[in-house]
């Protein structure tokens, strides 16, 4: 069976991440004797610039036929200027929405190689393995109403609509739960139940989900004092479920933690566990063209689908491996090199992972 | 002229902690010739257990008769089983809405004397001084509609409104211009103003408070990459303004930043400056009735209150100093107390205070 994979490189230093990415693909491919066929779409600024719209119709088609899609990251100054509806996040939020990809995977993983590089206390942050698993086809990213009108008394006003149902609360902490139970076997489930109604529904639903797993221990936290925890004291966490929002603000922290989010992938899934795979950092348009920027997020991002998406584990163990053992090598680019190290280019990172494979 | 201060004891740790605070009051009194009414009222499960309700109307009438309210913490275990509507928590978020104490000020100040309390490594917080400016009686926290209801297909649903007017964004963003310019003359605004409509405008808002003035820094920053620069580079802010919930998250983030959440204050204004006064911590239901709570966080808020309310500048320098001197002299409480160090009781704490005015 030839696995279908679409390639999104988007905007900044997405290129040039994802033409290593795409190389490290394609060496494990034949490596290991995997059929897979490559397509190259759009999204974000370069579908704008090209096309006039974040996500065209042509990346959509392309998207819903394949199995698994790999982007490097959307946006930059260049489109900020631009009305709200065709902004480049308008690409990411389209996509996310039309595959119904609910279940967003955010790993952080402190490397040993690189420990010093956290803002945390050393024994705070040792051997830190936390998931987060965050909704994201929900909530007040896509609830309606939304928009602006004007008061009674002539004041601007700016709404949005926090909102989830059942269905949608449920099939993401059954992923988490799932999850759960090939690692720690704990789930934190965050809201604010005890102020918003749509996270009282949040938790009620978690704990009907967790009747299923009596293996799975399951805890419920406040967002303001998950956020503190997560600075306190990290490693208590195994996996945390949480809404789109307090799953953006949350998994951001988590993964700063850790010191190098150049170093962290991502996955969306869908029902059916197809997905989209992503670093969790941004188009970085600060360096982007420069042939600096570490490609070992999006490399890692690959690894997750050909686990996640493609059920080729033996492909994910590889690039996993190969990526330690660079590490140990001592290649650094310059956001996880220490101070005084030296640091190599995008391109010799890639290399150097391939060499590894 | 006479003050009239309204004390709310509250729940767990608070009457504990208070009792020390109000005889720090009368000590800084009679140095200084204040002359000062002191009255108390119910708040919280307190006052569901005396009087059916979280906050009574007798509260409320004492509340508005006051210059300023000094509150030790509400909430626990004991009232978890009632009903939403007459929780603590109801309590709380009713007297900040019934007397529109709509600028919640959070400092977080890491003490040299506690550098070593905090999770982050020493250079990166050493003389951390920031200020956190939450949004307190709008957005998602007070947006109607709100509640439950049944989807199409049967399922059940919770919602919320995330809504600001012009209006109630200008009057805090006013707040913390004004207190920036007595600090370090540096905003940063938080919003997430790529996703959410009701952020646009309040970045817009913003903006136009800006222009007036000019001396004053202004950034503007996604609550995503906030959350991640606080943990990467605390010191990088002064004032950070923002929406009631992502104010909610941050500063707690910011607080646990300093390690030592037990000597953080807060005060929570209103347009004409009357205010309420609380500790950052919570009601600690834990260690409630035992003697140990830290009151310092709760001592330092009527420093706060001297200062922003009262307008008596020297008392509040004077209890400030005397929190430093007993930190200097080593006392501890056990929340503060390093490993291994000697700690010591509520009362101990409260009277070297004195000792030290
Ligand atoms: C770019 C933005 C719309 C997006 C989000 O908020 O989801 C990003 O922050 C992320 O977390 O992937
Ligand atoms: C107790 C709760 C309602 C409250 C809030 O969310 O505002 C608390 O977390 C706070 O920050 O004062």
Redesign the pocket.
């Known amino acids: 069976m030839t696995h279908r994979v679409l390639v999104l490189p988007g905007d900044g230093i997405g290129p040039e991440v994802m033409a290593e990415t795409v190389a490290v693909i394609e060496l494990v491919n034949q490596k290991l004797g995997i059929e897979m066929s490559l397509e190259h779409a759009l999204l974000g600024g370069a579908a704008i610039d090209a096309e006039g719209v974040p996500y065209p119709e042509s990346t959509a088609q392309k998207a819903h036929q394949a199995d698994a899609i790999i982007l490097g990251a959307?946006?930059g100054p260049k489109w900020d200027g631009l009305d709200r509806a065709i902004r480049?996040?308008k690409g990411?939020?389209g996509i996310?929405s039309d595959l119904q990809l609910f279940g967003?995977l955010?790993p952080a993983i402190l490397y040993p190689q690189l420990a010093g590089a956290s803002s945390l206390k050393p024994d705070l942050v040792a051997g830190l393995d936390l998931l987060i698993v965050?909704e994201?086809t929900g909530g007040i990213?896509f609830g309606q109403p939304r928009g602006f009108d004007t008061t009674d008394d002539g004041q601007r006003r700016g709404y949005n609509t926090y909102v989830y149902t059942e269905s949608e609360i449920r099939r993401v902490t059954v992923l988490a739960f799932d999850l759960a139970r090939k690692r720690g076997s704990r789930v934190c489930s965050v809201d604010k139940a005890n102020v918003l109604e749509a996270t009282m529904l949040w938790r009620e639903v978690v704990n009907e989900v967790a009747k299923d797993y009596p293996d799975v221990e399951l805890s419920h936290m406040y967002v303001d004092n998950a956020a503190m925890q997560l600075i306190r004291a990290p490693k208590q966490f195994d996996v945390m479920v949480t809404g789109?929002?307090f799953?953006?603000i949350l998994?951001?922290a988590a993964a700063m933690l850790t010191g190098s989010i150049g170093m962290l992938p991502?996955a969306s899934l869908d029902q059916a566990g197809r997905g989209m795979y992503?670093p969790?950092h941004?188009s970085a348009p600060d360096i982007a063209g420069q042939g600096i920027a570490n490609p070992l997020a999006t490399i890692l991002s690959a690894a997750m689908m050909y686990r996640y998406s493609l059920n080729e584990p033996q492909a994910a163990d590889a690039i996993e491996r190969a990526v330690g053992v660079v590490l140990d090598q001592g290649y650094r680019t310059g956001d996880i090199a220490a101070a005084g190290e030296a640091s190599v280019s995008t391109s010799t990172m890639g290399a150097a992972v391939r060499a590894a494979l």
Chains 1, 2 share one sequence.
């Open positions: 959307v946006g480049p996040e990411l939020l996310r967003n955010r965050r994201l990213y789109n929002m799953g953006d998994s951001d991502s992503e969790c941004g």
